[in-house]
């Protein structure tokens, strides 16, 4: 299977349309460590590749982990369904408690979205189907409230979570990993 215009390789995860540079006046500009940026794509070696939109303050347009609401929507494709990988993460430096994120998670096999806040209280939601090899997916995470989480993935509510979620610290924003602490 080619690779589509635009998309990135994580491991065994291809993530759709990542762009570097912010065409947009904000100049929210990824930095990139590691990965290899090609015409095409970008890849990771599943490591210690990522790209960086925010480390420290994160811009005002980023700045989602403290609103009772907020929509984040991710393309991922899997070429093998052995290890967990990591598509958006917003972390902080300093701790691993607060992150917001979507990754794959092969004990479950299956997508999942988290957002735990500084005390550790976390909506967590995994797809209800198994993840597909070679299938481009859609995942989009939707906070209507404090205690209101859903979780689609291809357009189709996968699961929901009344956790009430608190005030979480935000520093760095990544794409390709998620961090847990410094």
């Known amino acids: 299977t080619s690779v589509p215009s635009g998309s990135m390789t994580v491991t065994n995860l291809i993530i759709k349309e990542l762009q570097t540079a912010d065409s947009t006046p904000n100049g929210n500009h990824g930095t990139v460590y590691g990965a290899t940026v090609g015409t095409d794509s970008t890849s990771f070696d599943g490591s210690n590749d990522y790209v960086e939109l925010a480390n420290g303050t994160l811009p005002t347009e980023l700045q989602i982990e403290n609103t009772n609401t907020y929509s984040l929507s991710a393309w991922g494709k899997l070429t093998s369904l ?89 520093d760095t924003v990544n794409i390709g990993r998620i961090l847990r602490n410094s």
């Open 82 to 170: 052995t290890s967990k990988d990591e598509i958006l993460g917003y972390g902080r430096i300093s701790t691993p408690t607060p992150i917001i994120a979507f990754e794959y998670n092969n004990i479950q096999n299956g997508w999942a979205y988290a957002h735990r806040d500084d005390s550790s209280n976390i909506a967590g939601m995994f797809s209800t189907n198994d993840a597909t090899v070679d299938v481009w997916t859609h995942l989009v995470a939707v906070r209507r409230a404090s205690n209101n989480f859903e979780f689609y993935v291809d357009g189709v509510l996968n699961s929901t979570s009344s956790t009430v979620v608190g005030t979480t610290t935000i």
